[in-house]
């Protein structure tokens, strides 16, 4: 299937323990590129020792990758106003891509020399995530040259953007689910003129939404990168990174969004997930 293969080999390769992975709902765009900013540093820092997956759904946003230009926004600055849709810029490739309710967003926190991958690798399992993903639902999705990400026909389906810092990714994949698509007619997709996008419920996938397509996407997850994918409670992580990081820049964010979030379903030991706690140099 479009030259998919999947991570088996990886277990035997040493990989540390499993992933972390963290269901934050829906949540705004803002804090959460903060707390992937903080996630980073943390790995940098070893303050957490395993990779982490961020799995939500965005309030509406428009964002501009590196290779963005405002050009490719088809409507005002007045028009988003009124819409109530912000444009931010981040520092992941591609173009300008929308998210919003009904898509799902993956943003893998991954020390890549740890897992031995280079980059394009892992881009590549992010769309092998997504097609393997939308097979399951019965639609037939494939890669395409003209860009990232991954497609039915001429329809762009799902998309990928990344950023690496110090080897560690950030940002990552999202999967038109069952969104309103029209804030797409907005822009030139990816900066593609004339592409139309899709989704899982346009397809044809019945009963497609995201609390449905989570637990087959964190699957395929396991399957392609070769791990295993710990449910995490965010107040956890907030538990790990506030002594450390909350004097940092980012923190004011940090703080509106795990200050929503506490887990009242018991916490799990720090140690757990910390590393030395002592701040590298």
């Known amino acids: 299937m479009d030259g998919i293969s999947v ?3 990886n277990r035997t390769q040493g990989r540390p323990g499993p992933w972390l992975a963290v269901d934050m709902g829906r949540v705004p765009y803002g804090p959460v590129l903060a707390f992937q900013t903080a996630l980073v540093e943390a790995r940098k820092r070893r303050l957490i020792e395993q990779d982490v997956v961020l799995i939500l759904e965005h309030e509406p946003v428009f964002t501009l990758g ?3 230009v405002t050009e490719n926004l088809l409507v005002t600055p007045e028009f988003l106003g009124r819409a109530g849709v912000p444009v931010v810029h981040v520092e992941r490739g591609g173009d300008v891509t929308y998210h919003g309710p009904g898509q799902l967003v993956v943003y893998p ?3 890549l020399p740890g897992a031995r991958l280079k980059v394009v690798e892992f881009v590549e399992k992010l769309e092998a995530v997504m097609i393997l993903t939308a097979s ?3 639609v037939e999705a494939v890669r395409d040259p003209r860009n990232r990400g991954v497609w039915v026909g001429d ?6 953007g990344i950023a690496v810092r110090r080897g560690t990714s950030f940002h990552g994949l999202a999967l038109n689910v069952n969104p309103d698509l029209t804030p797409f007619e907005w822009i030139n997709p990816c900066g593609l003129k004339g592409v139309h996008m899709t989704s899982l419920a346009g397809e044809g996938a019945r009963d497609a939404s995201p609390a449905r397509v ?3 996407l964190k699957r395929r997850m396991e399957e392609v990168f070769g791990v295993s994918l710990e449910d995490t409670p965010l107040s956890v992580l907030e538990d790990v990174l506030a002594d450390e990081l909350f004097s940092c820049r980012v923190n004011p964010r940090m703080k509106i969004l795990l ?5 009242k379903s018991g916490s799990l030991s720090k140690s757990k997930y910390h590393g030395t706690g002592k701040r590298k140099t």
């Open 136 to 138: 399951d639902l019965g």
């Open 109 to 111: 926190i991954v020390d």
């Open 155 to 160: 329809r762009k389906l799902g998309s990928v």
């Open 214 to 216: 989570r637990p087959m």
């Open 66 to 68: 590196r290779r963005g």
């Open 259 to 263: 200050g929503k979030s506490k887990s």
């Open 7 to 9: 991570g088996e080999n």
